[in-house]
């Protein structure tokens, strides 16, 4: 294929300025460990995992060949009343991953698929306990759960939500976690902010009664948003209160799972145990959409016990759940994650790159740096009338130095393959910096 021999006019962009982009397109046709190649020959420098998922890199031997293989071996196997080894195997390996007793893995195709499978496992799981009336589920301000209404209706971003409205009717809302006066330029948890947790009870639970909450969900660091850190106690308090009530704690690790925070799951790098993390992304390296549910065993036996023997417990499932060639990708990134230990490599790189980031402190217009293992956001001041063009320019120059960053509103975001160098860091660091002087100017 030449370069410019499609049309780009058909392909309606996701989260996209699709006029903007098609009247400059950015297009990548190669990719490599930590390297995009772009249609005009250079190597561009993935400062962004893809899109958070590529935690081992690009185009990993071991990955592609498993893929390969599989689609040479069975390409498709149903999901309804039939099985393939390999999701069972893959559903093994996450469970021994997980913490706790979460032990029971649902498979979905993506984080969206995932958390509208956890807020329905929700439901069912208290009716099948008889308390089916608990149908209020609680998100936070500025989540993202997704693009599903599930996923929208407890996510509380504003732009995703205002041409949609609120699908799920049952829904509130906590207060997100991010004070600027109090956690600026915060490394790792901040301090500030424990006592938020407790509006779940003082608010929430008194404004709708606990006998009718189901779950809360939550991503222990808000990532699509900006890069919001949840401050120290917050989600033991978060726990707690659940705990006290009856109410599901679900952590949205769709980001955060598979050594984006230092361990397998940022509910080990904070120390609570919830009783669901959805995951999706990394546990393919983004080489196969993927997406799964982990629920602890009280869960998975509570839904199950309910129905009679040979009666489907769970009404809910997807075509290609367990897909064979996304559970041969998982496969495949599980074991270069154990082979190269690449989560005990986030969490050895966690304090260069926390040095590395903040440098940029007194960069032009730079009023927040934020970090949490292999994550920060780098938040600019917006320009007077024109919210998010300052971060978009710097996304802009940044691509054209040969360096790819994320952008949400006016914060730069950044989350490398876990493989990345000190020196790919230093580079990935410089040529912000070096974006950063140069729009200050304009």
């Known amino acids: 294929m030449n370069p410019g021999d499609y049309d780009l006019d058909a392909y309606w962009m996701p989260f996209t300025a699709n006029r903007q982009f098609k009247a400059a397109p950015r297009m990548f046709v190669g990719a490599a460990d930590m390297h995009y190649l772009t249609e005009d020959g250079r190597k561009v420098l993935d400062g962004t995992a893809g899109l958070w998922c590529v935690n081992a890199g690009h185009c990993r031997p071991k990955i592609v060949e498993a893929i390969k293989r599989q689609a040479e071996t069975m390409d498709y196997s149903p999901a309804f009343q039939m099985g393939h080894p390999g999701a069972f195997r893959v559903a093994e390996r996450v469970a021994k991953l997980a913490p706790g007793d979460l032990d029971h893995v649902f498979f979905a ?53 205002k041409v949609f409205g609120n699908m799920l009717f049952r829904v509130d809302h906590l207060a997100h976690t991010h004070n600027p006066q109090e956690n600026a330029f915060s490394r790792g948890q901040p301090g500030w902010g424990a006592h938020l947790a407790d509006e779940l009870e003082q608010r929430i639970i008194a404004l709708h009664d606990a006998s009718n909450i189901a779950a809360v969900i939550v991503e222990p660091m808000a990532g699509s948003t900006g890069v919001l850190i949840p401050p120290k106690g917050y989600l033991e308090r978060l726990r707690a209160i659940c705990d006290r009530h009856g109410l599901l704690l679900i952590f949205d690790e769709v980001i955060t799972g598979f050594g984006r925070t230092g361990p397998c799951f940022a509910a080990e790098a904070v120390g609570v145990l919830p009783d669901m993390i959805t995951v999706a992304k990394g546990i393919t390296n983004g080489a196969v959409p993927m997406g799964a549910v982990i629920v602890r065993r009280g869960i998975y036996d509570a839904v199950v016990d309910s129905a009679p023997s040979a009666v489907i417990e769970l009404f809910h499932g997807y075509t290609y759940s367990g897909h064979p060639l996304a559970t041969a990708a998982a496969e495949a990134s599980l074991d ?105 100017r304009d």
Do not use: W
């Open 109 to 161: 195709n993506s984080g969206s698929e995932a958390v509208d499978s956890a807020l329905k496992i929700a439901l069912a799981y208290h009716r099948a306990r008889g308390e089916g009336h608990r149908t209020v589920l609680v998100g936070r301000e500025r989540g993202y759960h997704g693009a599903g209404f599930g996923g929208m209706s407890v996510g509380g971003i504003p732009a995703n939500r």
């Open 336 to 440: 270069v994650f154990e082979e190269e230990q690449l989560f005990g490599r986030a969490r050895e790189l966690a304090s260069y790159f926390e040095d590395a980031v903040h440098s940029l402190r007194e960069m032009p217009h730079v009023i927040d740096i934020r970090n949490m293992g292999l994550v920060a956001g780098i938040e600019l001041e917006p320009r007077p009338g024109a919210p998010a063009s300052r971060a978009f320019q710097a996304f802009l120059r940044c691509y054209e130095k040969g360096v790819l960053v994320r952008t949400t509103g006016d914060i730069i975001a950044l989350s490398p393959p876990l493989i990345i160098s000190r020196q790919q860091i230093d580079e990935l660091v410089g040529t912000i910096g070096a974006a950063l002087r140069e729009i200050g």
